[in-house]
């Protein structure tokens, strides 16, 4: 069974800049992909960024694109979400989520296994 814990959430002013960690553990953690969620009062929760964990291939959804990156440390099991130029609609809480095996379906659109319990982000001046 694989655990998530994510961690470094908090409130922070507009156009700054947060860094949640995901550290996973298991018995043998070799995930296919890994996702970043969130989920706004009221909101769906929805994808926002997938890595493959062999290859660190990413893909970001447009609403993220150029101010999120994903990162990870095979050694460390551990996934990164940097968040910069942070605006008052990024606040939600954030999850990961692992895969464990492929699928024809994208990063982004695809079943996710394992979820952390998710922290909160608040964008907030």
């Known amino acids: 069974q694989v655990q998530l814990v994510e961690s470094g959430g908090g409130l922070v002013q507009p156009g700054g800049s947060l860094r949640l960690s995901c550290v996973a553990s298991?018995?043998?953690?070799?995930?296919?992909?890994m996702g970043w969620f969130r989920q706004a009062p009221g909101k769906e929760r929805e994808i926002i960024v997938g890595?493959?964990?062999?290859?660190?291939?990413?893909a970001y959804t447009d609403s993220v694109k150029g101010r999120f990156t994903i990162s990870r440390d095979n050694v460390k099991n551990t996934v990164y979400l940097q968040m910069n130029s942070l605006k008052p609609e990024d606040t939600a809480v954030y999850y990961c989520?692992?895969?464990?095996?492929?699928?024809?379906?994208?990063?982004?659109?695809?079943?996710?296994?394992?979820w952390g319990q998710g922290t909160q982000v608040t964008v907030s001046s």
């Open positions: 989520a692992a895969a464990r095996t492929a699928s024809p379906q994208a990063l982004l659109r695809r079943r996710y296994d394992y």
């Open positions: 298991g018995r043998t953690f070799s995930p296919y992909a």
């Open positions: 890595l493959y964990w062999s290859s660190g291939d990413t």
